[in-house]
């Protein structure tokens, strides 16, 4: 079912276009289910890898016309450009690296961007391209696919309307064990690249999954990181990037609070985490169970919150797909962010308003994502000194 409320005034699918994410990738085939779930857009073009016959082995699994199978994504820009039938906007899913380039390539020609996180490998590159997008007029999403589990939003909410009060500390945790072993170990194509500096970044266990915790934390509370002191490790022998990262954090309204990312915790699966708590209450979410929210008012038993039940707010329920009882997750997280996305690509197109209440990450979150890995680095190398993000 459509998110109620979203993109009422144009039926029409979105023309969508995709580099990367061709044959054994991973996060591709999320975001071609997520972009399907609400009928927003059609997956028309793609340069689906840098290898044009596995692009074009991919296009044809996916029933892509031909002839807007591309071996290139300069290629696919140039030539949907002109197309009068060509695409409107274009889904990022490559490696790291190539983020910064691709986007840049699709601002420039004309096109809006969903791109997955990090936004960029370094910094300066994410600045840069923010700049890009600017001068461009379209618009540029970043895919922190948790923001969009409707719990997320119900505490979004909670912490905005006053009900923890003054937010004291808080708690993200990350924990994986998906890389505890050598990435050749692992039969995973996607481990050997997120291990390489060349192609991930400056980050490991920090850029790949960090990111999201700190994203969360700063999305949940309304506030940002202002300092942090991080201890990042490699314990995997001959690994070039952090698999494991432990921090405090200092945030802006004096909050204090504390991160632990890591991809070689034997037993977890996908164990992220958030707990916040304020001078009146406290909030307790964990994503495997991402349908509950726990909240305790001061001296008051611990309550259950469930997506579509009692006490629902409206931006949880509007992201909400089935009734209560019935579970979402990650699919339908993701999903969030492709139907709010859809509503921005068709405001800007029709000249309006988007609607109110999207809450979707922006560049500005994929900046803040950069400053948040490159201060980890900075601190880890200085023995854990605080550093200014």
Not at 310 to 317: C, D, E, L, Q
């Amino acid at each position: 079912m459509a998110i109620e409320g979203r993109d009422e005034t144009n039926a029409g699918r979105i023309r969508l276009g995709m580099v990367g994410g061709g044959e054994g990738a991973f996060i591709g085939g999320v975001h071609r289910m997520a972009a399907r779930l609400d009928d927003k857009f059609q997956l028309l073009a793609g340069a689906l890898s840098s290898t044009p016959d596995k692009a074009a082995r991919s296009a044809a699994a996916l029933g892509l016309d031909p002839a807007r199978s591309y071996g290139s994504y300069e290629e696919m820009a140039s030539a949907e450009k002109a197309r009068p039938d060509g695409i409107e906007a274009v889904a990022i899913v490559t490696p790291n690296h190539m983020h910064f380039p691709v986007a840049k390539t699709f601002l420039e020609a004309g096109f809006h961007v969903i791109c997955d996180k990090p936004m960029t490998t370094t910094l300066a590159e994410a600045r840069d391209l923010a700049a890009i997008a600017k001068r461009s007029g379209k618009v540029f999403v970043l895919t922190h696919n948790y923001t969009g589990y409707p719990m997320i939003r119900q505490a979004r909410t909670m912490v905005a309307d006053g009900e923890l009060g003054k937010i004291r500390m808080v708690v993200a945790e990350y924990a994986q064990d998906w890389l505890a072993e050598r990435a050749e170990d692992t039969g995973s194509k996607q481990a050997g690249w997120r291990v390489d500096p060349a192609k991930a970044g400056a980050g490991g266990a920090i850029g790949d999954i960090g990111t999201h915790a700190h994203n969360l934390a700063c999305y949940v509370t309304g506030l940002k990181v202002e300092k942090l002191s991080a201890d990042l490790s490699t314990f995997v022998p001959g690994r070039q990037l952090d698999d494991n990262a432990s921090m405090l954090l200092r945030f802006e309204n004096g909050a204090k609070g504390m991160l632990w990312a890591s991809q070689v915790a034997v037993g977890n699966e996908n164990g992220l985490t958030l707990r916040i708590y304020g001078e009146k209450g406290g909030l307790d979410w964990c994503q495997e169970e991402p349908n509950k929210l726990w909240f305790t008012p001061l001296g008051e038993p611990k309550r259950l919150l469930t997506r579509n039940g009692a006490g629902a707010t409206a931006p949880s329920t509007s992201v909400s797909r089935i009734p209560a009882g019935h579970p979402e997750g990650y699919l339908e997280g993701f999903a969030t962010i492709y139907a709010e996305a859809a509503a921005l690509i068709r405001a800007a197109t029709e000249g309006r308003e988007p609607p109110a209440g999207l809450a979707l990450p922006t560049i500005e979150d994929g900046i803040d994502g950069l400053a948040f890995i490159e201060a980890c680095v900075k601190s880890s190398k200085e023995d854990g000194a605080w550093v200014s993000l």
